[in-house]
């Protein structure tokens, strides 16, 4: 069972770039979401989908974007980078009852 | 809003328990978890608890639940130096939304 993969573990990017970071589980999860986690502030919610078409913003939904065309992938897409999204994400499925949640290992990203 | 608070350090002698705390402020909360994360990696779910409960044990492992007080702990019997990490708490509600501490910092000294 592959569970939730992440992609890529680390990227640099210049400010102003783009770029997506792929979301994909194989466990036919409803739920999934995207968090960033930085330094004395823990896990804050960017966005979340509850099923296949369905997307919602979540705490700091600013400067990304994302779509669920299936219900494997989730991708979240930074369009603009700046500074301020230099962090790590982590990528998330979940059953709807949410007893169980799954994450991915993470992705390092730094905007220079 | 909802709101789960931490303390950010915790620094225990090796063989000692660990008692991480937790509040929260969702009184609809169905699911409270602990997850572990060590440096450079992703979280561990380590264990989670139903609200209807309020103990749960597992090997080294005790969650113990409050619900009138919104409080959760996680106690760690018999601490290793493998067990220095950051561990957050987190809940969820029927919103399905999962909203996390901002981690307690444990450190096991020799």
């Known amino acids: 069972n592959a569970g939730v993969t992440q992609t890529p573990k680390f990227q640099v990017l210049k400010t102003g770039q783009s770029m997506t970071l792929q979301c994909a589980q194989d466990m036919n999860h409803e739920y999934m979401s995207w968090y960033r986690q930085d330094p004395g502030m823990g896990l804050r919610l960017i966005h979340y989908s509850v099923g296949a078409g369905i997307t919602d913003q979540g705490e700091v939904p600013n400067g990304y974007n994302v779509s669920r065309s299936t219900t494997e992938d989730f991708p979240l897409r930074l369009l603009s980078a700046a500074p301020s999204q230099t962090s790590v994400y982590f990528c998330?499925?979940?059953?709807?009852?949410?007893?169980?949640?799954?994450f991915g290992e993470g992705s390092w990203l730094t905007v220079v | 809003g909802e709101d789960v608070e931490q303390s950010l350090f915790l620094s225990v002698r090796e063989g000692d328990s660990s008692v991480i705390n937790c509040t929260y402020t969702d009184s609809s909360s169905t699911y409270l978890y602990w997850y572990k994360q060590e440096p450079g990696a992703g979280l561990q779910l380590l264990t989670y608890?139903?609200?209807?409960?309020d103990m749960k044990q597992d090997q080294r492992l005790t969650v113990l639940l409050n619900k009138k007080d919104k409080h959760l702990s996680l106690r760690i019997a018999d601490t290793q130096t493998g067990d220095s990490a950051i561990y957050f708490c987190a809940e969820t509600s029927n919103t399905d939304k999962l909203i996390f501490g901002t981690g307690t910092r444990l450190q096991v000294f020799p």
């Open positions: 998330a499925s979940s059953t709807p009852s949410g007893n169980t949640i799954y």
């Open positions: 608890i139903f609200s209807n409960m």
